[in-house]
């Protein structure tokens, strides 16, 4: 800091008396009284938002600080080393500040560090800093993932946008574009970045299951269906793709296929997928095998014994196997419920 105090009085001395008494707040750390007292006398010239910009800087304001940095550099080159050592140790302790913010789980705090420098960064002069310029993407990219987190979708989506503008189709920002499309329901637009995605990564199973959800809620189940069998290809392990597949089959009246789908989910997870067993028990009961239909009724109906539809679904299985009394039970059972 000593040299840094030397360094700028090396570069006020012999300037213009206007600003003496601006001068004479900075060097007392009065960086607010610096800044009115600017305000009184200008900043006119190079040597005025200079000064200026490293009020902004001590006051941490770091729109305005890039706003001046470029002023005085319209005016004039003749400060630049000076500018450009405020904007980059702004803009490295603003990055530094928003990561931290990230770790400690401080989501806005990150969010506000992040906004600053990008756009102290935008006045970085890549020719002077372009290590510091090159972080540029990855900042954005660090952004817009906080954004992200925060479900601020519209945000988020124009800083991947901006990463995009840099690097090109980039596998990464495409990926998280796509996501952002599919948390915000766009899905004619999440379609199209996955379809950019899987030009450059045709096995991206995240792109292939999101082309395959987004065609599937624009109603367009043969599409859908086309998408997540080749998803499935990729990975045949994935129960969402089944248990999804398996219900586009279903509103396709498909029953055999259907159940294979469904079951391979359920069978998977049962405790977590016991709304499949209706599905399951209606293709069952739709292919005409009432028995396996049953079973999956009586498993239903264990779970939800006060859901009528149940009951109902398993009185019609019971008459179709010949149990006339457990049938007439069951659908009486229904009947009471229904009032």
């Known amino acids: 800091m000593a040299f840094l105090l030397s360094a700028c009085a090396v570069l006020v001395a012999g300037c213009g008396v206007e600003y003496s008494n601006v001068k004479r707040h900075m060097k007392l750390g009065d960086y607010t009284a610096a800044r009115e007292a600017l305000t009184v006398v200008g900043p006119n010239d190079a040597e005025g938002w200079t000064l200026l910009t490293e009020c902004d800087y001590w006051l941490e304001d770091y729109p305005a600080l890039a706003d001046a940095s470029r002023a005085s550099l319209q005016f004039s080159s003749e400060y630049q080393p000076r500018i450009a050592y405020f904007l980059q140790r702004a803009y490295i302790e603003l990055v530094n500040h928003a990561i931290l913010s990230l770790e400690e789980g401080r989501e806005s705090d990150a969010d506000r560090f992040f906004n600053d420098a990008v756009t102290v960064g935008e006045a970085i002069d890549p020719a002077i800093s372009p290590a510091l310029y090159g972080l540029k993407d990855d900042v954005l990219l660090l952004a817009g993932s906080n954004l992200l987190r925060m479900g601020d979708y519209s945000e988020a989506r124009a800083r991947f946008e901006q990463v995009i503008t840099i690097r090109g189709d980039n596998p990464e920002a495409l990926e998280l574009l796509a996501f952002c499309d599919f948390q915000w329901q766009m899905y004619d637009s999440c379609l199209a970045d996955c379809e950019r995605l899987l030009r450059l990564q045709p096995q991206n199973v995240k792109a292939l299951a ?13 599409q859908a269906l086309d998408a997540y069998r080749e998803a499935l290809e990729v990975d045949s392990g994935d129960v969402t793709l089944h248990r999804n597949i398996g219900m586009i089959l279903f509103q ?42 049953m079973e999956s009724f009586e498993i239903a109906n264990s779970m939800a014994p006060d859901d009528a539809e149940i009951l109902k679904y398993l009185g019609a299985c019971y008459w179709q196997l010949g149990f006339r009394q457990e049938a007439e039970d069951a659908l009486k059972r229904a009947n009471q419920l229904n009032k």
């Not at 082309?211 to 624009?218: C, E, G, I, L, N």
């Not at 028990?281 to 005409?288: D, I, Q, S, W």
């Open 210 to 222: 999101w082309r395959a959800q987004a065609a599937h809620f624009v109603r367009d189940p043969e």
């Open 252 to 293: 396709l009246e498909k029953w055999d296929q259907a159940r294979h789908h469904l079951e391979v989910a359920y069978q998977d997870d049962p405790g977590s997928s016991a709304d499949l067993l209706i599905p399951i028990g209606e293709c069952c009961f739709n292919a005409g095998d009432y028995r396996d239909a």
